[in-house]
T-cell receptor, first 113, second 114 residues
């Protein structure tokens, strides 16, 4: 059972454009929602994370929007750059950051020149 | 951020042999380490959670006798794939956790079983 659904599966964005990746979760007990960036052959790296008590968090070009009532959250990458080309995973945990992560299915982002 | 290393980065072995993968936290003590498996173009699936000095907790469907996990110190956890078969070929990734902090992932180990 996939508890965190992610879309789209792949995304092509022109340089300078906005990349938007969406996730939806089922378990209302989830209380921490991180996003990870993974380059080929590498482990995932934490990009940005949010807790359900806020609706938006911004760090540089990366913004998470969180809609608790809809059980959805999304990652926005502003001014997308070719170096942003990677696979992005959303995730959710029960009990905070120290708990096991449930990952979304991943989105392969390609930023073209 | 904290650094987690894995060794080897890639390994090729014959079917039926055992392979050991090491996961080390280089600049922090990891009270908990997680082991994930990732098949090509798929998401990470948690295999097991290990706490230093105690037995690992395996996720449903993961054979504990096939995937042996040892977390003997606060900086080292090992995953041994016993009697490996081609279907075990995958990308194995560990993560380390210090207290209540964020999980830091290793670079992964690509296993190919011939």
């Amino acid at each position: 059972q996939q508890q965190v659904k992610q879309s789209p599966q792949s995304l092509i964005v022109q340089k300078g454009g906005i990349s938007i990746i969406n996730c939806a979760y089922e378990n209302t007990a989830f209380d921490y929602f991180p996003w990870y960036q993974q380059f080929p052959g590498k482990g995932p790296a934490l990009l940005i994370a949010i807790r359900p008590d806020v609706s938006e968090k911004k760090e540089g070009r990366f913004t998470i929007s969180f809609n608790k009532s809809a059980k959805q959250f999304s990652l926005h990458i502003m001014d997308s750059q070719p170096g942003d080309s990677a696979t992005y995973f959303c995730a959710a945990t029960l009990g905070g950051t120290a708990s096991k992560l449930t990952f979304g299915t991943g989105t392969r982002l390609q930023v073209t020149l | 951020g904290a650094v987690v290393s894995q060794h080897p980065s890639r390994v090729i072995c014959k079917s039926g042999t055992s392979v050991k993968i090491e996961c080390r936290s280089l600049d922090f003590q990891a009270t908990t380490m997680f082991w994930y498996r990732q098949f090509p173009k798929q998401s990470l699936m948690l295999m097991a959670t290990s706490n230093e000095g105690s037995k690992a907790t395996y996720e449903q469907g993961v054979e504990k006798d096939k995937f042996l996990i040892n977390h003997a110190s606060l900086t080292l956890s090992t995953l041994t794939v016993t009697s490996a078969h081609p279907e075990d070929s995958s990308f194995y990734i560990c993560s380390g956790l210090a207290g209540q902090e964020t999980q830091y992932f290793g670079p992964g180990t690509r296993l190919l079983v011939l």
